[in-house]
Structure formats: structure tokens, C-alpha cells
């Protein structure tokens, strides 16, 4: 069974970068597309950027375009969210899900495996 492993997130100030890593053990996610979420409290979790099995594919919401960036190593079934110019907006738990398709999705339903989440808190 595969399990995805994600770093621990941390509390920074507005402007500062952070970057989540997302490791699988017990399996690998190389065919896998990659998907990432987050969930503010009281709202529903949000998809926010997908990349594709060979990373030749990725997608951004309007929210974290051009500040985010996935990127993975297959070799070391590892998937990373690079996150620049953070805002208190920003805060949340990010969680990153493998989608056995290859592809990304929107929907958390195509999601096989999901990380235990990530608490980022940004200060403004």
C-alpha cells in the first residue's frame, strides 16, 4: 500500500517562500499524476495545482499561478510544492493525493492516495 509522506510545514512571514515536499513509501507513484489541495477551516479542501505522471504537464489555479511550482523526481517517487511570495491567504493545511490515472484532476474523488497534510502558516 502506498503512503504518501509530506514534510513538515512551518510558520513564516508574508513574502517569505516555503517548499512542502511529498514522498511516497510502501510503493510508487511514478505513473501517478500528482494533485495538490489545501483547506482552510470551516471550507471545503481546494485543489490548487496538479502535475502530470512525467512532469511535462502542470496546472495552477489563478490564486497560486505564477507563486507556485510542483516539481517531481521520479527517481526518488518524490513530488515537491515550491511556494513564493506567501500571503496570510495562503495559510492552510496542504495536502498533496496521487491520482492512479496519470493525469491531475480538480476532483478529490480521482485521488487514490493522499499525504497526512501539511500546516502552513503564513503571518501578516
Known amino acids: 500500500q502506498v503512503q504518501l509522506v509530506q514534510s513538515e510545514g512551518g510558520t513564516v512571514p508574508a513574502g517569505a517562500w516555503l517548499r512542502v515536499s511529498c514522498a511516497a513509501s510502501?510503493?510508487?507513484?511514478?505513473?501517478?499524476?500528482v494533485g495538490w489541495f489545501r483547506r482552510v477551516p470551516g471550507l471545503d479542501r481546494e485543489f490548487i495545482a496538479g502535475?502530470?505522471?512525467?512532469?511535462?504537464?502542470?496546472y495552477y489555479v489563478d490564486s497560486v499561478k505564477d507563486r507556485f511550482y510542483i516539481s517531481r523526481d521520479n527517481a526518488l517517487d518524490t513530488v515537491w510544492l515550491q511556494m513564493y511570495s506567501l500571503t496570510s491567504a495562503d495559510t492552510a493545511v496542504y495536502y498533496c493525493?496521487?491520482?492512479?490515472?496519470?493525469?491531475?484532476?480538480?476532483?478529490?474523488?480521482?485521488?487514490?492516495?493522499w499525504g497526512q497534510g501539511t500546516q502552513v502558516t503564513v503571518l501578516s
Open positions: 510502501g510503493g510508487t507513484i511514478r505513473d501517478y499524476g
Open positions: 493525493a496521487a491520482d492512479p490515472s496519470g493525469h491531475y484532476s480538480e476532483s478529490p474523488d480521482a485521488y487514490t492516495f
Open positions: 502535475v502530470n505522471w512525467s512532469g511535462s504537464s502542470a
